[in-house]
């Protein structure tokens, strides 16, 4: 091998050493405005603290992202690639790669009969048309409605540090799903044998296709869905998205989405009664595991119960 080769290949080592486009890390970092140093996110609670946000309402850690995904700022997974853990940087994102320079023509009159009377003051966040927008004033009839993002035309700069590299898959998928929920999700991966329909190939030309039943293993992330996250609007309009999304990072065949129903207080009770008003119409369908009973008399003596 030549000079220049030995070089070439001494550079590309160069550029594959420390982490990569597709690595998991745990990233904690804080971003502020770069003109006047407006806090905009934080992973660090004394951070959250100290500018009064409210710290009972979310949890700050650490966050689990992919490099390459876009799960934070271009400019700032550019800098982490070729890092290792335990590295700090310091990037400043241009407003062009963060929230968009600022657009004049985005303030715009509307009749203030769109929006809701609570919401009808300088400073109020409103949603018209499918746009997000923030009220400047309202005079009369009219309301003038900047629908720039807030953070529009600044630049912001991220103070990071690279806390860990995440290996374990189970840790990988709650990554995943907690950059869209903040709830605590129980979860784990196991292989099970799932019977599915193949195509059996012919060496007959022009033959019909056939199929038969195969076992086949399957890994499967099972997620056991709290209460929290049923009713979550996110969570119902994009969970096919969003699961594709760990299928695919993760490298599991399929997930499955367990409903978890918690025992109430009382609801024994309630049962109880129940079960005794059903009382004799449930034991002509308990006879007829022991018997042989025709299931037309039991359907009569159902329903004769049910006048009763």
Same mark, same amino acid.
């Given at each position: 091998?030549?000079?220049? =080769?030995?070089?070439?290949? =001494? ?5 594959? /050493?420390?982490?990569?486009? !597709? ?21 660090? /609670? ?14 700050? +850690? ?15 997974? +550019?800098?982490?690639? !070729?890092?290792?853990?335990? =590295?700090?940087? #310091? ?19 509307? #009749? /203030? ?9 300088? &400073? ?13 004033? %309202? ?24 806390? #860990? ?24 991966? $196991? ?16 033959? $019909?296709?056939?199929?038969? *039943? ?8 099972? %997620? ?49 009664? *129940?079960? &005794?008003?059903?009382?004799? &119409? ?9 018997? =042989?009973?025709? /299931? ?13």
């Amino acid at each position: 091998m030549g000079m220049s =080769d030995q070089q070439e290949a =001494d550079d590309a080592d160069a550029e594959d /050493a420390g982490l990569q486009n !597709g690595d998991f890390i745990r990233l904690a970092y804080t971003a502020r405005t770069v003109d006047d140093g407006e806090l905009v996110d934080t992973t660090d /609670a004394e951070v959250a603290e100290e500018e009064g946000v409210d710290t009972e309402e979310q949890e700050f +850690a650490p966050r689990t992202i992919v490099l390459g995904e876009g799960h934070i700022f271009g400019p700032v997974e +550019a800098d982490i690639v !070729g890092k290792e853990v335990g =590295d700090t940087g #310091s990037v400043v994102v241009p407003a062009t790669e963060a929230f968009g320079e600022y657009d004049d023509d985005e303030v715009r009159t509307v #009749s /203030a009969d769109k929006i809701a009377e609570d919401d009808r003051y300088p &400073g109020a966040h409103v949603d018209i048309d499918g746009q997000h927008g923030h009220v400047e004033t %309202i005079i009369g009839g009219r309301a003038r409605v900047d629908f720039n993002h807030v953070l529009a035309g600044e630049d912001i700069e991220y103070e990071y540090e690279v806390v #860990s590299e995440v290996t374990d898959r189970v840790e990988r998928s709650q990554g995943l799903l907690s950059m869209y929920f903040d709830v605590d999700l129980d979860m784990r991966i $196991e292989t099970d044998e799932v019977e599915e329909e193949a195509e059996v190939h012919s060496d007959e030309e022009d033959a $019909e296709p056939e199929f038969e *039943m195969q076992t086949v293993e399957k890994e499967t992330l099972y %997620i056991d869905q709290s209460p929290q996250l049923q009713f979550n609007q996110q969570w119902m309009m994009g969970k096919q998205q969003i699961l594709q999304e760990v299928i695919d990072q993760v490298g599991v065949d399929r997930v499955i989405v367990q409903e978890v129903i918690d025992g109430m207080g009382g609801m024994g009770g309630m049962m109880g009664g *129940m079960g &005794g008003g059903m009382g004799a &119409g449930m034991g002509a369908v308990e006879d007829a595991l022991d018997e =042989d009973v025709d /299931a037309d008399d039991i359907v009569e003596e159902l329903e004769g119960t049910a006048e009763e």
